[in-house]
């Protein structure tokens, strides 16, 4: 119901629902239209005790070796947290993040908490507070500051003579867990106050961690509140629901919020329509140092630098309120793997000029003008759709895919509605058209295409 309600607001109707559920739904727009949705772009920082290698294989029993047996080893590699916390934010800065995500600790990481928590409840833990160091380097960079948990009580991969949690938190012991985490709120409300703008929640809020998300915003009331892949909108202090593609997934292709998702191991629902971050990871979500290095197996974002840029333009031009947190594993000091530079690269030029289409928008679904295919004399071609949230009646179209017919003319779905002006974002070039059925572009330049992975055309109405 809350989901329903919600979607109904989202895209600009509102059905005759209790006042209560109305007035949870504007709760949520709050949260998250105060700086969240309308930065519309984030990275997510997988780093810990796995950085480097071992995730990628397992012993006998299933168990999955860390790069870094313990804190000492870990804290020996990772020695300089500001160092560390500095290239994170420069690499956000240059990726046009408007916030940042960052596992605070992770079950892959074997509950490794990267702060010197006094919760008795963790047992692994660092002597060296690199979160501190993380909220202070993203706040001098302008990035939001997130931090990522998961609401899970298994030690799923730990050798059972090495628990990272206490042996009373099991998968049977889910209130001791949510007691622990809620203690853990507790300190880290204590130790950062209001630094942390949000939180990441993993592990789909089973029984009793259901009460998590309203521990979090009796701490933290303005804070945003995402979680992972279930579509938890009916818990009603969660914001956002997430969605994932891994770089090593050959499908579905970079377009993919605009068709089905495809069922795999975990079971995961399709995303919702609404209210939803769209997670594609570069490199996986752990940087796997020289075994990655040796994997022949090809990395789509580095064999098309561009795909990035498509990546992200479609995530946020094919549905509604979806933001897109691109998925990183930095090294151990916080920087990104070298043969993924091209594709940041290119995604901080694409959006040194087109701008205007990414940040402070939303989807256009639920208005007159829908994203997909565009038809020309002779081809056809995919574009997505962004809405001003400044100025509702300017619409961008980001097209990825090129004319290839011998005329160039492009059809978009306007659906009986006429723009008074369409031009080209970075040229400001204004276009011929004409509105027949939908609107007809005539002789558009497609080449920053080829150039930056897409062309965006501005139509104002």
Request: aromatic letters at 12%.
């Amino acid at each position: 119901m809350f989901a329903t309600a919600c979607l109904l607001l989202a895209t600009g109707g509102f059905a005759a629902e209790s006042a209560a559920v109305t007035a949870v739904c504007r709760s949520r727009h709050e949260h998250v239209r105060s700086w969240y949705q309308p930065g519309r772009l984030g990275v997510f920082y997988h780093w810990g005790l796995f950085t480097g290698g071992g995730m990628a294989t397992s012993d006998p029993k299933g168990r999955r070796p860390l790069t870094y047996r313990d804190a000492a080893v870990f804290e020996t590699a990772a020695t300089d947290p500001n160092r560390i916390a500095r290239n994170m934010a420069a690499l956000a800065k240059e990726i046009g993040a408007k916030y940042a995500i960052l596992t605070l600790w992770h079950t892959c990481g074997h509950h490794f908490v990267l702060f010197p928590t006094k919760c008795p409840e963790f047992l692994n833990k660092s002597k060296t507070d690199y979160v501190d160091a993380y909220l202070l380097a993203m706040k001098d960079a302008g990035v939001r500051a997130m931090l990522y948990f998961p609401t899970d009580c298994n030690n799923w991969d730990c050798d059972p003579e090495d628990l990272s949690l206490m042996k009373e938190i099991t998968p049977l012991g889910c209130m001791a867990f949510v007691r622990a985490v809620e203690g853990m709120l507790d300190e880290l409300k204590e130790r950062y106050g209001s630094r942390i703008d949000g939180f990441w929640l993993d592990g789909g809020l089973p029984g009793e961690a259901e009460r998590i998300p309203g521990l979090i915003r009796a701490r933290w009331p303005d804070s945003v509140i995402v979680a992972n892949n279930h579509g938890h909108l009916t818990v009603t202090d969660v914001d956002f629901t997430t969605t994932e593609e891994f770089c090593d997934t050959p499908e579905p292709a970079y377009n993919r919020p605009s068709a089905y998702r495809r069922s795999n191991q975990w079971n995961l629902p399709l995303p919702p329509r609404d209210f939803n971050e769209d997670i594609p990871t570069l490199n996986g979500w752990w940087y796997r140092g020289e075994m990655e290095r040796d994997n022949q197996k090809a990395v789509p974002y580095v064999e098309d630098p561009r795909r990035l840029v498509r990546t992200v333009v479609s995530s946020l031009g094919q549905r509604g309120m979806w933001n897109c947190a691109i998925g990183i594993g930095p090294r151990i000091d916080g920087t990104l793997q070298p043969r993924l530079e091209p594709a940041v690269r290119a995604l901080r030029d694409y959006l040194a000029w087109a701008n205007e289409s990414v940040y402070r928008t939303k989807g256009a679904a639920g208005t007159f003008f829908e994203p997909g295919l565009w038809y020309g004399e002779e081809s056809k071609g995919f574009y997505s759709v962004t809405q001003s949230l400044d100025f509702s009646n300017v619409f961008f179209v980001s097209v990825t895919e090129e004319h290839h017919g011998k005329i160039n003319r492009a059809v978009f779905a306007t659906n009986g509605h006429a723009p008074v002006r369409v031009s080209d974002l970075r040229t400001r070039r204004v276009y011929t058209f004409s509105t027949p059925h939908g609107t007809v572009v005539e002789d558009v330049d497609w080449s920053d295409i080829a150039t930056y992975g897409a062309t965006v055309l501005k139509f104002e109405f």
